[in-house]
């Protein structure tokens, strides 16, 4: 267990969340990412948001989901 401060950021491979995991893992937390890859922006387009994060060892995409919304 680690004693740096934790954070959980949802829709981390947007945007905004993409650069709020970067700025928390700036300030030396340990960030956990989670994003429904809900298609507003193309998948692809999400997955580069998370390409520089998915190589610190301080953010955790593995709770990460993959859903389409049901209606």
């Known amino acids: 267990m680690s004693d740096k401060p934790r954070s959980l ?3 981390a491979a947007g945007f905004m969340g993409s650069h709020l995991c ?3 893992l700036a300030e030396g937390h340990e960030v956990d990412g989670l994003d429904g890859f809900i298609d507003f922006y193309p998948r692809w387009q999400k997955e580069s ?3 520089s994060l998915l190589s610190r060892s301080a953010f955790d995409a593995s709770r990460s989901i993959s ?3 049901t209606m």
């Open 67 to 69: 859903c389409r919304p």
């Open 9 to 11: 950021v949802t829709g």
């Open 49 to 51: 948001n998370l390409a």
């Open 22 to 24: 970067e700025r928390r």
